[in-house]
């Protein structure tokens, strides 16, 4: 398997060289040079499967030579093991034909878990013998940061510099990363929103002389590895909802557009998908682009589901490059110039035959919350409601049973949940002692000069 860039210039590499780089040396994102297929008879195989099994026969067509199936198998088990659900991504039914996958029984209680695990493994594992260390920076909006960081902290060879935007978490996503006092863990709070933290992440590997300075690896969304193992769980719900035979549709609460991306790819792999609705909260740049195809960055409103207040959707270039057929190069320099673009017909016709969107108020996001509640006994947190209120009014045949990502543990947003409901969920036992825990962080300007020196004189240089 050889991966190649959205912008068209840079080398083609494989599994290894992708999963350590992160974002390409154009500025692209990594994609599959052809996406593997697999047939009717292939998913049937997956039927009765473990987790563990799913996960070894979905994602050893991407991994290639560079992994074998018994490394990855036991790579998978050990990233598994540690989720409080034998099923890992257990569904639930809500009612006659609507369901939650919950994707939040990993260590950092959110849905990032179910790839960093794997990820902070593949990162050890490809490192090993290497005298190289591995500097990885981040932006999260709030769960990635703590789940990449649980992946790596202590792990030999590897320092992590997360940056997220200040006071725009919530408290239990905030102490869940500066609680890690492993020191190889830097947590970094800025002054301004996730699109700067992340704009600087990119001008940081973009820089020719700090990337020749550093090793750098991403664990965003835009590293390939952790979108392929994001793609294992929609196929492990719709077999278990009756596919091939039957075809399945999900609703995903979406920011980044990492995870609806992965239900993309388990469609072009030949997963009978009837629509991904995208569901997007009052920041609804993804809403507007595939509606109208406006892709038009606004001002970041600061929500309940800070995960999803985003203006700027990184892996939306890789579905426009796929739509597109190749380099989006200058499309994407356009959009970076400018911060708007418009959507080619190719692109809008394209997306609408998979995508559906919806644009999900507050109110109706508290609707979600309450009727889950109310109807299903189901206690859950803004950013899977607001992907359960776009699943319950989006357009569908009947007969198609609609799963929503449950991307979040209620008690992460626990404040949210209580307006909305009445009842206040508490933290599972296993990170009960969260607030008790001592923090570290350090708060720095939203400038992208503070921000590399800071990294500069705490990384580890090239050797």
């Avoid at 991403?218 to 979108?227: D, E, P, T």
Wanted: glycine share 8%; aromatic share 8%; net charge negative.
């Amino acid at each position: 398997m050889r991966y190649q860039s959205t912008r068209g210039s840079a080398p083609l590499l494989g599994f290894r060289d992708v999963t350590l780089a992160g974002l390409a040396s154009d500025g692209g994102l990594y994609v599959p040079a052809e996406w593997p297929r697999f047939s009717h008879e292939d998913i049937e195989a997956l039927k009765g499967l473990s987790y563990v099994e799913t996960a070894v026969r979905v994602m050893a067509p991407f991994t290639g030579d560079d992994l074998s199936e018994a490394d990855l198998r036991a790579l998978c088990e050990q990233a598994y093991g540690r989720f409080s659900q034998a099923a890992v991504t257990p569904l639930v039914q809500l009612d006659h034909r609507h369901f939650l996958l919950e994707l939040f029984h990993g260590p950092t209680l959110a849905f990032k878990d179910v790839a960093l695990q794997l990820l902070g493994l593949l990162f050890e594992k490809f490192l090993t013998g290497s005298s190289e260390p591995l500097t990885i920076v981040g932006a999260t909006s709030g769960d990635t940061g703590s789940a990449a960081i649980d992946a790596v902290a202590g792990r030999h060879g590897v320092d992590i510099f997360m940056l997220h935007p200040k006071g725009r978490v919530s408290d239990v996503q905030r102490r869940q990363m500066t609680t890690v006092l492993a020191p190889n863990v830097h947590n970094i709070a800025i002054e301004g929103s996730f699109d700067d933290a992340q704009a600087m992440v990119k001008a940081l590997f973009n820089d020719a002389d700090f990337s020749t300075r550093f090793r750098l690896s991403a664990v965003n969304s835009i590293n390939w590895a952790r979108l392929m193992a994001q793609v294992v769980y929609y196929f492990y719900a719709a077999v278990r909802l009756g596919s091939p035979a039957q075809k399945v549709a999900f609703a995903v609460p979406t920011g980044n557009f990492g995870d609806v991306f992965a239900g993309y790819v388990a469609a072009k792999m030949g997963l009978p998908v009837e629509r991904l609705v995208v569901a997007t909260n009052v920041n609804d740049i993804l809403h507007r682009a595939l509606s109208s195809g406006d892709y038009s960055a606004g001002t970041v409103t600061p929500t309940a589901a800070p995960s999803m207040d985003i203006q700027v959707s990184s892996n939306f270039e890789r579905l426009l490059s796929d739509l597109a057929g190749g380099s989006v190069a200058e499309q994407m320099a356009g959009f970076e110039a400018s911060k708007a673009m418009r959507l080619t017909n190719a692109q809008r016709e394209g997306a609408a035959k998979i995508f559906a969107s919806d644009r999900i108020t507050p109110e109706e996001m508290n609707e979600a919350m309450r009727w889950a509640a109310a109807e299903a006994a189901q206690v859950i947190d803004p950013h899977s409601a607001i992907g359960l209120a776009a699943a319950r009014r989006a357009d569908l045949p009947a007969d198609v049973p609609v799963v929503t990502l449950a991307t979040a543990h209620p008690a992460k947003f626990a404040d949210a949940v209580e307006r909305a409901t009445g009842m206040r969920p508490a933290l599972p036992t296993r990170v009960g002692d969260l607030f008790d825990r001592q923090e570290r962080y350090d708060v720095l300007p939203g400038t992208l000069d503070a921000v590399r020196d800071y990294i500069a004189e705490r990384a580890k240089p090239r050797t």
